[in-house]
């Protein structure tokens, strides 16, 4: 029998996700990916895609999300450049309020979906954020 109710349904992700896998990005605030990322056996290589440098933590590589006159494909240009140069290192997108989300020709989960790493979304507040699993390392 059909249900006629409405179904009660949260729009955020009821599970988090435990490693970040290639081509599934996670959700994160800035100070959890830092916590996290000390707690892994190995340290991997990070890279913020931000609209400025002076965004990045201690220790992380700085790729630009926008930059003046350069078009949407000249962004998407550029990042490809970095997979090539560092096929090791884990992409982290800035998308905590007040940053200018990466400028691109294509869709950013388009985008997203080809960069064949681990990627970290990172956003003000994670359990606000609903297009993206939350990442949690376990205890």
Known sequence: M???EPLDLDRTWRHSVPVPMPNRPVCVTLDEAVE???RLA???????WTD???RCPP???FIASVRQGIPPEGIEAELKAW?????SAWLAVDMRDGVITPSTERSLELVLSTVNR???VVVSSSSNNESWPQWVLPE
């Open 59 to 61: 220790g992380w590589g």
């Open 36 to 38: 996290q990322l000390n």
């Open 2 to 4: 059909r249900r006629r």
């Open 83 to 87: 997979m090539g140069q560092y096929p």
């Open 118 to 120: 681990p990627i970290l």
């Open 52 to 54: 400025a440098e002076r």
């Open 42 to 48: 190995a340290n991997p290589r990070v890279f913020l």
